[in-house]
């Protein structure tokens, strides 16, 4: 397959861009699009034939169900059953992060939703991806646009190393805002949870979502037990990768190994430390941290040192997503026996 390329330019008409992307999508072919959280890879969410492009390109196993994308609420009804939709905390929160579960309406594929009656919905905060999905005239399943277990795009240069010849076209915007996923929550369930925590914080959602919990999805730099979740690598770069406070990656780096390791480390942690290091941003801006922490587990796949170290960061805000992503890819450095 070939993949074209279009570049968005900033301020300039996007209208031929969202037309041929739309058409596309309406021929059954899939493109990846930006979103204010990661870039998606997306496809029909009505077509099983179209969907099945997006299992096929990512290697994504058939039993992880797909985010279906709609232009504005007023169109929710064309991806699930009204009646579970939750308006008045989804007109204060989209377009956003926000991702929501509810009960699937009958039209959208089996495929997106790993043959449940659930779907996952979000309407994204990105006027191309809202103009491509209401041009298309259906919802669009779409996960992020990297190959399954590796960090997810947030970068058309590091997508178009893994989705070249493996999508139709890719609609280039530039770095994503946050860089971070989407937060998903279930409102069907009493209490209602987050499924997973994304770039709206339980803060922001406390006072939508009476009684909302963020269970069980605590991971910690610390080598206390893990959830079950890190059992399972996701967002994963090729290095072995280790997760640590900063003091324990201090006296890693001044230990006998300390010279085995790369460091992905925040701003203010790396003038405390030697050797090769991969910056994240400031500790004092977690958005910073978040925006960057994809491109950055790719980095270092790219630079020397056998094996590869992270900082944890507070779980307040922004930093309970990180975490989570962190947690994901990385053991505790109290694996390695060496701290
Ligand atoms: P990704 O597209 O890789 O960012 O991930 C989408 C996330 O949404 C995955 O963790 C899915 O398991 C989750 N998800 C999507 N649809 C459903 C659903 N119907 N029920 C529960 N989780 C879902
Ligand atoms: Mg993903």
Redesign the pocket.
């Given at each position: 397959m070939r993949t074209e390329i279009i570049r968005l330019k900033p301020g300039s008409s996007q209208e031929y861009a969202v037309k041929y992307a739309a058409e596309i999508l309406r021929s059954g072919g899939i493109v990846v699009f930006p979103t204010e959280t990661?870039y998606g890879i997306g496809a029909n969410a009505y077509s099983a034939d179209a969907v099945e492009k997006i299992f096929l390109a990512k290697g994504?196993p058939h039993d992880?169900?797909?985010?279906v994308h709609v232009d504005s609420l007023d169109s929710i009804g064309l991806a699930a059953d009204v009646d579970s939709v939750p308006y008045e905390p989804l007109r204060k929160l989209w377009p956003g992060p926000l991702?929501i579960?509810l009960k699937?309406n009958h039209d959208i594929s089996p495929a997106?939703?790993?043959g449940?009656d659930?779907?996952?919905v979000r309407c994204p905060d990105n006027d191309f991806a809202r103009e491509m999905i209401a041009t298309a005239g259906f919802p669009v399943a779409?996960?992020?646009a990297n190959v399954a277990g590796r960090p997810?795009g947030s970068d058309v240069q590091d997508i178009l190393a893994e989705m070249d010849g493996r999508v139709d076209l890719i609609i280039d915007a530039g770095k994503s805002r946050f860089g971070i996923?989407?937060t998903?929550v279930?409102p069907i369930h009493r209490p209602p949870r987050i499924?997973?925590p994304g770039a709206f914080a339980l803060e922001d959602l406390e006072n939508l979502f009476q009684g909302i919990v963020q269970e069980n999805l605590k991971v910690s730099g610390t080598g206390q037990p893990l959830t079950p979740g890190m059992k399972y690598r996701h967002y994963s770069p090729d290095k072995p990768l280790y997760v640590g406070t900063s003091d324990q990656i201090k006296e890693l780096n001044r230990s006998p190994h300390g010279d085995e390791y790369a460091y992905v480390c925040s701003r203010e942690l790396s003038r405390d430390i030697q050797g090769i290091k991969v910056e994240l941003g400031s500790r004092n801006d977690l958005y910073e941290i978040a925006s960057n922490l994809f491109t950055c587990l790719r980095k270092l796949d790219k630079v020397p040192g056998k094996l590869g170290v992270i900082e944890s960061f507070p779980e307040r805000g922004i930093g309970a997503a990180i975490m989570n992503r962190i947690g994901k890819a990385a053991l505790p450095l109290a694996c390695t026996g060496q701290t």
């Open positions: 990661v994504r992880n169900p797909l985010i991702s579960l699937k997106c939703t790993a449940m659930t779907v996952v779409a996960p992020s997810s996923e989407s998903i279930d499924l997973r």
